[in-house]
Structure formats: C-alpha cells, structure tokens
C-alpha cells in the first residue's frame, strides 16, 4: 500500500520564502517605519527612501538577474506587499504599482527590445506608473477617451487620465489609448516626453504619501518600438495585468490588516482598566479573535489565489479569484481597521498610535483596482452554473 504524499498548507512558506519575508519585514521596520508619520503629514514619499527601496531590490522583484532585478516569482511581489503594508500601506502602493503592474506588462507583453530598454531602468532608478483610468471611465476603464494615431514612423497621443498612482514619483508611463482602426493599445511613454504634463498630487484622505495625479497628453508623440504587445491589444493586456495587480492590492489590504490587529491586540495587553488588561475582557478578546480568524482566510484565499497565477487556470477562473481575493481583503481590512480605533477609544482617535492612519487607508480598498460591486460583477459572470436541473 502507498501512503499518498499531504500537500502542505497553502500558508505554509518554503525556506527561501520565509527568508524573503523575513528580509521585507526587516527593511519595513528599519527603513520604512521612522517615516511614516512624517510622509504622512507632508503627503509624499521621501525621495531617500525610494532610493532604498531601489538597493533592497523592492522595486524589481520579479525583473530577471540579467536585467538587475531580484530574479523572483509573484509570490516574493505579494509577500513584498503585504510585509511593507503591515507598517505603511502608501509605501506599499507604491511597491505593489512597481512590480504587479509595470514590470509585470513588460515583462509579459513587452518584446525582447522593449524588456531590454526598460526592465533595467525599472529594478535601478527608474519608477513606474500604470496610466489607464480618466475622468469619465473609472470602472468603464476601457471606455477611455485619450487616442493615438498613427505619424509618420509612430504614433501622436492625445488625452487625459487620472488618478495615476506614483505618477509624481514616475519615470516612465504605461498608457492606454485607443488606436484607430486597432482599439485599445498599450504605449510606453518616458515622463520628458514634450507634451506629457503630471499635475500636482491629489489631497486624500487615506494612502495620503502615495502619490495620486493626473496626467495629460497633448500631441505626445511615441516610436513603433514604444507599443507594448500588439496594437489593439490593449484589453487583453489591461485584463490579465489587472489580475495581478488585484492580487498586489488584496496583498496589501491583507498586511494593512494585520498590521493593524497587531497594534490593537498589543494595546489591548497593554492598557489596563479596573484592575486588569482590556484584552481579558470578552467583550474585547472576542472581536478581536473574530477578525484574526477573517485575516487568517484572507490571506489563505490570497495565497491559493497568487499560486493560480502562477501555475495556470483558465481567463475565467484567474478573473473569478482575483476578484474574490480583492473583496474579501477589502472587507476584512476594513473591519480590522475600524475595531482597532474602538479597542483603543480615544487613544484610536489621535495619530499618536497610529491605528487612525490604518482606518483612513483601509476604505480606499473597495475603491481601486474596481471597486467591489465591478468585483461582484465579475465573480457572477465567472460563476460555474452546474448541470442544469433534470425536467419532469
């Protein structure tokens, strides 16, 4: 008889990974950590700490070796994430747009040329942005208004886009833009592109050190070589990025939440009334039990859902779990967030400790990357109807 081999966990991390993780958490702690509160009042990355994410190999992690990243999987991305996210969720913007986003289109779409002039630039100096909503199309995103045309031995672009995320920061751009006679098409764009303009960043409310901007395009005018993939490609390679960085997104709202159920679980220890820590009272313990064991299903959906990607599943079922996973991170970061500013009343209230910050970036959750209903829309369209029910 043959004792068949038990899969391990889908939480449970190989050693390579556990090191990785243990490396992120380090340079969180260390290098992210002293900043946070002060980015957040000045509502822009420190340009030193960019620097530094750059020599760790954060802002590179699925870029190959040969090209100067870290040589990694998705998985190290989503680890990444969710890591920098436990200490400051803007900054884990910021990684997740880097690698989920902007390297992974070239590095799935782009040409042998294109990875070559660009990969380099993206794991050693040079951030990226991912320029595909406007002001009319958010959840509609592919009903976008900028337009290319075709001149001569390239293209001239024209239009507007918003809420660009890093785009302050931003070297280089990766635009839609219909293209006539084609569709949407994918363009990579240098930021000292003439006619490319970055307007100043956007007041929030929460991510407030991630820069959000608009950017416009008035006759930007790009090579052949610039397409990323095929001229009207640009669905195909906007849905299967996307995907990614849905996972980049759940990934962060997951380290978001258990960075916050840290701070609160650690106060409740802490903070003694009538004689005895708050966290011996049920009517404290309890909720905060309840959204360890949400966390907890969470991050197993994120990571069954990451290995997905990797490994295959078909469109539909890449698009039904990444959905999934975005809406129930978004969930749970919320609750998360919203019972650590009650388990510390008052002290909840102020920016000293910190959990107030966590809630303001929580809500951005169900916003972007779709919002959750486009995420309902998308799991009951990918929903497996079964055999139909037998007549008579």
């Not at 991510?207 to 490609?233: E, H, Q, Y």
């Not at 404290?284 to 959204?291: K, T, Y």
């Not at 039904?320 to 129930?328: G, I």
Request: overall charge neutral.
């Amino acid at each position: 008889m043959t004792v068949a081999t038990v899969p391990q966990p889908v939480t449970w991390l190989p050693p390579e990974d556990q090191k990785w993780r243990d490396t992120v958490r380090g340079v969180a702690a260390e290098v992210v950590a002293p900043r946070v509160r002060a980015m957040d009042d000045a509502a822009r990355i420190d340009p030193d700490l960019v620097r530094e994410l750059f020599a760790a190999g954060l802002l590179g992690i699925e870029i190959p070796e040969v090209y100067g990243g870290a040589g990694r999987d998705l998985f190290a991305v989503v680890l990444a994430v969710e890591e920098i996210a436990r200490v400051d969720p803007s900054v884990a913007v910021l990684v997740d747009v880097q690698n989920a986003l902007v390297a992974s289109a070239l590095l799935h779409h782009g040409d042998g040329d294109t990875r070559r002039r660009h990969l380099p630039r993206l794991a050693n100096g040079t951030v990226g942005a991912y320029a595909i909503s406007e002001p009319d199309t958010g959840s509609d995103a592919f009903n976008g208004r900028t337009r290319a045309v075709a001149d001569g031995g390239g293209y001239v672009i024209d239009g507007a886009k918003r809420w660009i995320s890093s785009a302050a920061e931003a070297g280089l751009f990766v635009v839609f833009a219909r293209l006539a006679d084609a569709g949407l098409t994918a363009f990579l764009v240098d930021r000292d592109a003439p006619g490319l303009t970055v307007g100043p960043p956007v007041a929030k409310m929460g991510i407030r050190a991630s820069s959000t901007c608009d950017v416009t395009f008035d006759g930007v005018r790009v090579g052949r070589r610039d397409l990323l993939g095929r001229p009207g490609a640009g669905e195909l390679l906007a849905v299967e990025t996307l995907n990614v960085g849905k996972v980049g997104i759940a990934a962060q709202l997951v380290g978001l939440a258990q960075g916050v159920l840290d701070a609160a679980t650690g106060y409740a220890a802490r903070r003694h009334q009538f004689g005895q820590p708050i966290g011996t009272y049920q009517g404290v313990a309890f909720p905060l039990a309840r959204i360890a064991a949400e966390l907890q299903a969470a991050r197993a959906l994120l990571y069954d859902t990451t290995r997905l990607l990797q490994h295959g599943g078909s469109p539909a079922q890449r698009l039904r779990a990444t959905a999934m996973a975005k809406y129930v991170a978004s969930e749970v970061a919320e609750r998360a967030a919203a019972l650590a500013v009650e388990t510390l009343g008052a002290n909840g209230f102020v920016p000293e400790h910190g959990v107030e910050k966590f809630y303001r970036d929580a809500k951005v959750g169900k916003i972007y990357e779709g919002t959750s209903n486009m995420q309902f829309r998308t799991i009951a369209a990918t929903q497996d109807r079964g055999p139909a029910p037998a007549e008579g």
